[in-house]
């Protein structure tokens, strides 16, 4: 079965610091991986996706992440966090058509 | 393109009683899934379709809860005989095929409170 597992259920980080958001995946086979960001009593917007493409993916917003296959990780990063960016971020694999997310990580930003 | 739409954004409704929420997709898109998420939780798989064709049901979705999507356009889920467990935001996504290389798209969610 393919799951992912968040580490970290809330992050605080300073305006302008970097932003880490850890994933790790369980897999049998090649995964396709992808980061959603939640604003409040909103949907998910896509941020970026892995599809056995390139191993660093760029998305929006300054988000970037990167595949490594040998730690079965997918960390979200970006260099400098904006208060925009505060926000319940998901990690989530594909099992044929169906996305199994984790738990999520809130990210406050401090001024 | 208008993204996904989901109505109504908000429902409150007594225990025992039947809801229905409609999801339209982005319109080219042949693929519809419906998602649960409770608070401070990742969305869960309930079901998806291609076109008017239910092709997977979670085991979450229970006897009480039913999805169509009769011309492969819009879907609805209906739950009868709400439970104060069934309070969630009800999201729906859509892709074109094969959704894990384009992306799933969701809606902005059906948030539900059984009182």
């Known amino acids: 079965a393919q799951s992912v597992t968040q580490l970290g259920s809330h992050v605080s980080v300073s305006e302008g610091a970097l932003v880490l958001l850890r994933c790790n995946y369980s897999s049998s086979v090649p995964p396709y991986l992808f980061w959603y960001v939640q604003y409040p009593n909103q949907g998910l917007q896509l941020l970026l996706k892995y599809t056995s493409a390139a191993t660093l993916v760029k998305g929006i917003n300054g988000f970037e992440a990167e595949f490594k296959k040998s730690e079965t990780s997918f960390h979200l990063t970006k260099p400098s966090a904006h208060m925009s960016d505060a926000a319940e971020y998901f990690c989530a694999v594909s099992r044929g058509s169906r996305l199994t997310f984790g738990e999520g990580t809130q990210l406050t930003v401090n001024p | 393109d208008t993204g996904v739409s989901q109505d109504p954004r908000h429902k409150i409704t007594k225990r025992g009683q039947n809801v229905t929420f409609r999801c339209d997709p982005i319109?080219?898109?042949?693929?519809l899934y419906w998602y649960r998420q409770t608070l401070g939780q990742g969305p869960e798989f309930l079901t998806y379709f291609q076109n008017e064709a239910q092709l997977e049901k979670s085991r979450l979705l229970s006897d009480r809860f039913s999805a169509e999507r009769p011309k492969g356009s819009f879907s609805t889920l209906e739950i009868q005989r709400t439970e104060q467990g069934d309070s969630a935001m009800y999201l729906c996504?859509?892709?074109?095929?094969?959704?894990?290389?384009?992306?799933?798209?969701f809606g902005s969610g059906t948030r539900l409170t059984v009182v």
């Open positions: 996504a859509s892709s074109q095929d094969r959704g894990m290389d384009y992306g799933y798209t």
């Open positions: 319109s080219e898109h042949n693929r």
